[in-house]
Nanobody
Framework: QVQLVESGGGLVQPGGSMLLSCRAS????????MRWYRQAPGKEREWVAT??????????RYADSVQGRFAVSRDNSKNILTLQMNSLKPEDTAVYYC???????WGQGTQVTVSS
């Protein structure tokens, strides 16, 4: 059974930083590209970042809106995906989800609120 459990959200001031984590289980982590998505109130879920599996380059890609501010990484020995978010803006406020590409499974998400 595929499980994805996000953690690390909360309230942060504009310009602040936050680290999100996603613990994965139920599949072979090293064979799957892992992604972060987010969904703001009243908006569709949008892709944020991807960290490809080792066999697919093992590289990271980002949405234009977060390029240069967010950093995605993965620990293949612990089945953990992380998202380091810096220089946060109010428009980054959303529920953040991790996703295993090709697997129809989503975690419960973690709320990130950027507000003064």
């Amino acid at each position: 059974q595929v499980q994805l459990v996000e953690s690390g959200g909360g309230l942060v001031q504009p310009g602040g930083s936050m680290l999100l984590s996603c613990r994965a289980s139920g599949f072979t982590f090293t064979e799957i590209d892992m992604r972060w998505y987010r969904q703001a109130p009243g908006k569709e879920r949008e892709w944020v970042a991807t960290f490809n599996r080792p066999g697919n380059g093992g590289n990271a890609r980002y949405a234009d809106s977060v390029q240069g501010r967010f950093a995605v990484s993965r620990d293949n020995s612990k089945n953990i995906l992380t998202l380091q978010m810096n220089s946060l803006k109010p428009e980054d406020t959303a529920v953040y989800y991790c996703n295993a590409r090709g697997l129809n499974a989503w975690g419960q998400g973690t709320q990130v609120t950027v507000s003064s």
